[in-house]
């Protein structure tokens, strides 16, 4: 059922002004769509609390301007500010508030449709809070103005723009969480390579790696052979290979300290690292590379 006989989600008599479209969608969309039941502008003309619990129907706010607070996920607080995004699922309780210095403008949707849950479930999965930036934020108010224009047409040829429209939005959210979900990939093997890089000679760095940073042996080496096209037990022993052979070319230290100092400490690995990769014995490198012999 669409929002008609409910309360206005956004719009009090006096602290808000709006610009909306309800719909009710026919049945034809209301069976196989995704289909709009309100979208507008709004600005807040003095801060009050709005809440909402039971109602069939998911919203997307996009905070154009001001700020806000929203109440989501039992009774958690997010504060919005402009350029913010929320996804809500109106089922749950859920309640807003702009701020009273800074108040808000706002474009939204209420959307639904049986295929919108498992869009919001995948969203979810990827984002611990209903609220999100998205870096596109004018292909958002493109699409939410497509919305608008659809809604006055009131007829089947809009509905089936109308869930293109809120498909395409869809879409764009769950992109958005997998270029925050590769972000947060490339920060945490950053991290994994720089603790490496200060500890590459521990034995049990491997472990050490998993309790450090959360992360399981297996899952890691095969995201981190993805990321960087080498597993990673073989860039910890190419990062000890690296060091034996700085230690070869710019020290005096004898083979056998190198090979512990290095932490390879294996003679018979140290050796056949050499063998694979140069071509030839630890001697025979420094001969050649190390300055200070000639």
Known sequence: MALENKENLFSVEGVTSSDRVLHTPGSFAKKNLTYVQETGVLKSLKPHWCERENVESYL????????????????????IEEGDCAWVD?????AHCSSEVDPWQLRWVHFDGAEVKAYYDFFRQAN??????????????EILEELMTWQKQKDIYGEFRSALSLKELMTVIVLEM???EQKASQELFEAIRSYIAEN?????????????????????????????GIELWDYI????????????RFSIKPVEEIVTESGIRNTDLFYQLFKENENMSPEEYRKKWAQWIK
Not at 62 to 71: A, E, H, P, Q, R
Not at 128 to 141: G, N, Q
């Open 90 to 94: 109106c089922r749950e309780d859920y």
């Open 200 to 228: 590459y000679t521990n034995d049990n760095l491997m472990h050490e790696i998993d309790e450090k940073f959360g992360t399981n042996e297996l899952d890691i080496q095969t995201e981190f052979k993805k990321h960087y």
């Open 178 to 180: 997998k270029k925050k």
């Open 237 to 248: 022993l190419n990062r000890k290979f690296t060091v034996a052979k700085e230690l070869l």
């Open 60 to 79: 997307f706010l996009y905070v154009v301007s001001g700020s806000g607070i929203l109440k989501a996920d039992h009774g958690k607080e997010y504060k």
């Open 128 to 141: 611990e809070t209903p609220v999100f930036h998205i870096s596109r934020t004018d292909k958002l108010v």
